[in-house]
């Protein structure tokens, strides 16, 4: 069983950056594919960003390109999410999300979950 914790969420002002974690723990977790999805409120969730398990492969949402930045430290079971030039539309409930071996955009293809962190981006 593999688990996630993330953290680094909170409020920060439009242009702003911040950077969320996502620690593993767990068998295998460094054979996972690992993502970051969001939800605002009133909204469905969303696919943000995507990383192979050994880190050379990722993926963005086109909203996201060239501001976010996913990346992994497999020794120390860790995905990061680097927000830059962030805006008031970034805000909501970020989650981690872990599957085995190849990563998809799809939600309901990732079978561990933690318990999200919230992005509040002031205008």
């Known amino acids: 069983q593999v688990d996630l914790v993330e953290s680094g969420g909170g409020l920060v002002q439009a242009g702003g950056s911040l950077r969320l974690s996502c620690a593993a723990s767990?068998?295998?977790?460094?054979?996972?594919?690992m993502a970051w999805f969001r939800q605002a409120p009133g909204k469905e969730r969303e696919f943000v960003a995507a990383?192979?398990?050994?880190?050379?492969?990722?993926d963005y949402a086109d909203s996201v390109k060239g501001r976010f930045t996913i990346s992994r430290d497999n020794p120390d079971n860790t995905v990061y999410l680097q927000m830059n030039s962030l805006k008031p539309e970034d805000t909501a409930f970020y989650h981690c999300?872990?599957?085995?071996?190849?990563?998809?955009?799809?939600?309901?293809?990732?079978?561990?979950w933690g318990q999200g962190t919230q992005v509040t981006v002031s205008s």
């Open positions: 767990g068998r295998a977790s460094a054979s996972r594919a």
């Open positions: 999300a872990a599957r085995e071996w190849m990563f998809t955009t799809r939600a309901s293809e990732y079978d561990v």
């Open positions: 990383v192979n398990w050994n880190g050379i492969s990722t």
